[in-house]
């Protein structure tokens, strides 16, 4: 698969500034909820025509980009 950058952009004036599919205003978030919901790939594609299997595709390599990304600062009480 091609990089998720190539699908996914964040602009400010678009959903908030969410992460969304390049062309559309459909977030990442709603693609994972989505699949949170056991909606097929095929159900998600006839939902929204604009998207293609590598658009979701990417919205899972981000999430899991994100989560490599992300730390946890512990702080002693």
Not at 13 to 31: A, H, Q, S, Y
Request: charged share 20%; proline share 4%; net charge negative.
């Amino acid at each position: 698969m091609q990089s998720w950058i190539e699908h996914i952009t964040i602009n400010p004036e678009v959903r908030f500034g969410k992460p969304c599919i390049i062309n559309t205003r459909i977030t990442v978030l709603d693609i994972l909820g989505l699949l949170s919901n056991d909606l097929s790939y095929e159900e998600i594609l006839d939902d929204y025509p604009q998207l293609t299997r590598e658009d979701i595709l990417a919205s899972l390599a981000f999430a899991a980009n994100k989560e490599v990304n992300t730390k946890i600062l512990v702080t002693s009480l």
